[in-house]
Each structure stands twice: as C-alpha cells, then as structure tokens.
T-cell receptor, first 115, second 112 residues
Framework: NAGVTQTPKFRILKIGQSMTLQCAQD?????MYWYRQDPGMGLKLIYY???????DKGEVPNGYNVSRSTTEDFPLRLELAAPSQTSVYFC??????????????FGPGTRLTVT | TQLLEQSPQFLSIQEGENLTVYCNSS?????LQWYRQEPGEGPVLLVT?????EVKKLKRLTFQFGDARKDSSLHITAAQPGDTGLYLC????????????FGTGTRLQVTL
C-alpha cells in the first residue's frame, strides 16, 4: 500500500492564480481531511469528508474548495491565491467505521508559496 | 473551540537525558493521540489513548492519559538523536467524524 499520496511536493504561485492539490489514499478509508500547517504552528483543519459526495468545512475553509467524487481521491482547490495561503498542506485519511478510532494517516505534504 | 496547549514549546537536550512533554486542555476528550513529525514529512501516529488514567509504553516512550481525560504526557527515557522532531498531541470528540484538534507542538532536539 502506498498509503496517502500528495502531489505536487512543492509549488510557487503568483497572487490571483489557482491550483488544485491532489490527494489519494489506497487504504479504503471513509474519512479524509485537509490541513494547513504554518511555521511553528500545529495543524488547522480546512475541509473534511466522511465519504464520497459528502464534504464539510473545518476551522479555516475560506479561500478553498474541495470535492470527493470517489473514496480514494480528495482534491483541494485554491481559487485566487493570496500570500496568506503560503503554508504546508497535509492530506490525511481515517477509517471512519462504527467505532471511531480517530487515528489519522498523513501524506508527505505540499509546500505552497504564494508571491 | 477546543484548545490544546503543549509545553514546553522547544526542548534541546543531550543524548541520554530524560524528558517529559505535556498536553493540556479544558475539554474532555474521547481519545487523545500523539504524533511525531520529522522535517519535510507528515505526522506519524505514535499512540492512541482512550481511557482515563491509561498508560501506554512504546519502547523508551511512555504515554499517559489524565484521569479526567483532559490532559496527557509523553515521557522519553534516555533520549536519542533519532527522537528529534516535532511532537504533536491531538484530541478527538465522539460524534465528530473522527476530527482531531491538534496542539501547537513541542519541538525536540537531541544532540550527541
């Protein structure tokens, strides 16, 4: 199993550009999450999904959009990039069965710079 | 909004020393987890604790969940350079789609 994969690893955007961060998992997990991590900080939840076709906002959703058309994929869309979106973005997944274990498995991250 | 505070924020010690990292909240958690994150990588789960007072050991790492399930500690015995990294605690609440609230982290550096 590859686990959780993210592409690209690095990206530089100009202000106002758009891009999609890709995330895929091969563990058949129901739940998926997008976080951002700013320097010296913990992780803040942007969006999450409890299954294909179902998404919901997290703590810091403004400026982002998500979709979940399959169990495996959970792309994050940035529209009109702003310098405040410079961060490292992590995708994670969790089993999400009847017994919630809360154990999340993370991808390697995408480092995004907006200038 | 549930908050998780970790202390200390930074810790620099020499190989062989012992250390304890703390994670505190005013909220009661259904479960609490510890992750370690190395530079340029995503967090990796170390342990999950779910019962108040629970103690789990992972080689030289000892994790404890407070009796009231509001706090936790991570103790490392005889630290090694390989223990260097960012340690994050994260709390989960029943019925929240396994969402986690993360602490701000403790950055540990272990030198020879």
């Amino acid at each position: 199993n590859a686990g959780v994969t993210q592409t690209p690893k690095f990206r530089i955007l100009k202000i106002g550009q758009s891009m999609t961060l890709q995330c895929a998992q091969d563990m058949n997990h129901n739940y998926m999450y997008w976080y951002r991590q700013d320097p010296g900080m913990g992780l803040k939840l942007i969006y999450y999904s409890v299954g294909a076709g179902i998404t919901d906002k997290g703590e810091v959703p403004n400026g982002y959009n998500v979709s979940r058309s399959t169990t495996e994929d959970f792309p994050l869309r940035l529209e009109l990039a702003a310098p405040s979106q410079t961060s490292v973005y992590f995708c994670a997944s969790s089993w999400g069965g009847q017994i919630q274990t809360y154990e999340q498995y993370f991808g390697p991250g995408t480092r995004l710079t907006v200038t | 909004t549930q908050l998780l505070e970790q202390s200390p924020q930074f810790l620099s010690i020499q190989e062989g020393e012992n250390l304890t990292v703390y994670c505190n909240s005013s909220s009661v958690f259904s479960s609490l987890q510890w992750y370690r994150q190395e530079p340029g990588e995503g967090p990796v789960l170390l342990v999950t604790v779910v019962t108040g007072g629970e103690v789990k050991k992972l080689k030289r790492l000892t994790f404890q969940f407070g009796d009231a399930r509001k706090d936790s500690s991570l103790h490392i015995t005889a630290a090694q350079p390989g223990d260097t990294g960012l340690y994050l605690c994260a709390g989960g609440f029943t019925g929240t789609a396994s969402k986690l609230t993360f602490g701000t982290g403790t950055r540990l550096q272990v030198t020879l």
